[in-house]
């Protein structure tokens, strides 16, 4: 016997029932709670905010600010769905800049918890109020309650009534992990407020309010650690009604977890894919592999060029012009890392490859809009960014020349072609003799001049000058401020790297035709993009070409990827230029091909060098974009200053 079930009618949810599906979407875990209350402080102008929890959050989340507060009769409201004070039309919708604007946090959280508001508009303390929701119906019941002006929300016992929810919570220790980063990106995102985080009644963190430059810096130094400050570098540029500033990390401070990387558009907080891309391609052939770039930026751009209204969260925004983002990204961060090169300011201790990178201008503008790219810890500095020739004006390159130049590679700097010769024996010099000429040079150059003047701190180059060569792989070098040693086969293979891309990229890239085109399948979409970039392709030296409706034709590649399967390439490539309006994928495979080649190019280890050689080494490294990692992202140098020398021999002790 079958059993027909009774047809369900269409009926109106219940309010409590409708708020707690919507809870799914805004309720996750403690930390979505403090995420969307604070975000309704910072909404309400407070200067002061802060959050406290008891169990991770799992038992009492309440924050509590000095904003504005809520009338009276407007509390009600407050825990009603889809009521909010931030919008009330589709035009400030489309311009909003407020954090919250849906009104319907409130609502879910206080269907799934103990949810208490007490609120004040007044100076007076005695005149505050206080709202719960009661009941199925959820109907708020307001009484009055002393409160300071601003804004009390207390939440108990999350998930109290939806066991199936409260079950997938974690332990204390990592949802208040969550609930530390959630108040992390918080505190980030405004340095106007003052922030307190306490946790079972124990004070975490306490933030003094401070938007000058010098309490930014120790608000970072407190969230991410000191480390932090001393390995990035600072930039604020602008271009095309965009701009951006913030803290990028020189690429040897990485990190095996992307666990420091916040991005902020308008002051809100984001996880863009685009953003995400434009960021990975700018540190490309910077990072050693599987580590991941540190960054605290903060793009800033008209609210209505930008919909922030694409995800329940709001973490995911949708820009009017993504091409435009993108690059301006991506050309930012690329040319900032091209430009941190040694010197320029006085030595963190610690400082690792690099981390004495002074800072330049970022950004492709002209000197009247361009702002200052500042260094870690030193004084700022502007100097122009020498871009390349057009293709027009430089001179073509084929494989062929490439590999030629390699080959004919014997000098790290014009003005000594014959130092990186293999050494020669002088007259009557004997193979042991020969072995100890660094040792000798070094001790000439000891009783020399030059280096008492460097050490004086007058003319000393950013690296120093060469004393030594170590087992025929390290380069020590005497600073004014220590010692440095140097990878001479690192330090050589990102120099090779960095003029054979000059050369290649610089000039118009050699392409050759395919004596056979190649024939591949694709969508009607990848059909579109094909035709669309047209031009795109035709600058990287390929030529594509749409045989039918589903149907493309490769008959022309660059020369150096003539024997490369350029099918998954092309692919590759219309798919980013499909989802984020460009690609460097070819120029990737030429620039692998490149490093491939400056490796097998460059020094290798237990090479004697002569000290002018070591410092002509030095001094190109001064010159060389990006010096301060090999083309595999390894450092290529490492400083011990007097003072850590001195500790290391107790001396002074």
Known sequence: MTVVEETR????????????????????????????????????????????LESGGARLIRVRDDGSGIAEDDLPLALSRHATSKIASLEELEGVASLGFRGEALASISSVSRLELVANVEDDPRSGWRVVAEGRQMEPRVSPAPHPRGTSVTVRDLFFNTPARRKFLRTEKTEYGHVEEAFRRLALSRYDIGWVLRHNQK???????????????????????????DNALHL?????????????????????????????????????????????????????????????????????????????????????????????LFSSLHRALAKARPGGREPHEGSVAGADAAGETASGTSPDSER??????????????????????????????????????????????????????????????????????ASAMAESPVLPAAEEGSGIPPLGFAIAQLHGIYILSQTAQGMIIVDMHAAHERIVYERMKDQVHGGALEAQPLLVPVSMAASHAEVATAEAERGAFSRLGVELDVAGPETLLVRQVPALLADADVEPLIRDMLSDLERYGRSDRLKARIDELLATMACHGSVRANRRLTTAEMNALLRDMERTERSGQCNHGRPTWTEMSLKQLDRLFLRGQ
């Open 236 to 328: 604020d540029l602008e271009a095309g009604g965009l701009r951006l500033w913030g803290w990028v990390g020189l690429p040897t401070h990485s990190r095996a977890q992307a666990d420091q990387q916040y991005f902020f558009v308008n002051g809100r907080v984001v996880r863009d894919r685009l953003v995400a891309h434009a960021i990975r391609q700018a540190y490309r052939d910077v990072l050693f592999h599987g580590r991941h770039p540190v960054f605290v930026l903060y793009l800033e751009v008209d609210p209505a060029v930008v919909d922030v209204n694409v995800h329940p969260t709001k973490h995911e925004v949708r820009f009017r012009d993504g091409r435009l983002v993108h690059d301006f």
């Open 372 to 441: 200052a790219v500042r260094e870690p810890a030193g004084r700022w500095q502007q100097q122009p960014i020498r871009l390349h020739e057009t293709s027009d004006q430089a001179e073509r390159v084929t494989a062929d020349r490439v590999r030629a130049f390699m080959s004919g590679y014997r000098a790290l700097h014009p003005e000594h072609e014959e130092h990186l010769l293999t050494p020669q024996p002088a007259d009557g010099e004997t193979d042991r003799a020969m072995a100890a000429r660094p040792v000798r040079e």
């Open 203 to 229: 004070t975490v963190h306490q933030l003094p309010a401070g938007d000058d430059p010098a309490r930014r810096e120790r608000r970072i130094a407190a969230l991410l650690g000191k480390s932090f400050l």
């Open 9 to 52: 009618r269409i009926r109106v949810l219940d309010p409590r029932l409708a708020n707690q599906i919507a809870a799914g979407e805004v309720v996750e875990r403690p930390a979505s709670v403090v995420k969307e209350l604070v975000e309704n402080a910072i909404d309400a102008g407070s200067t002061r905010i802060e959050v406290e």
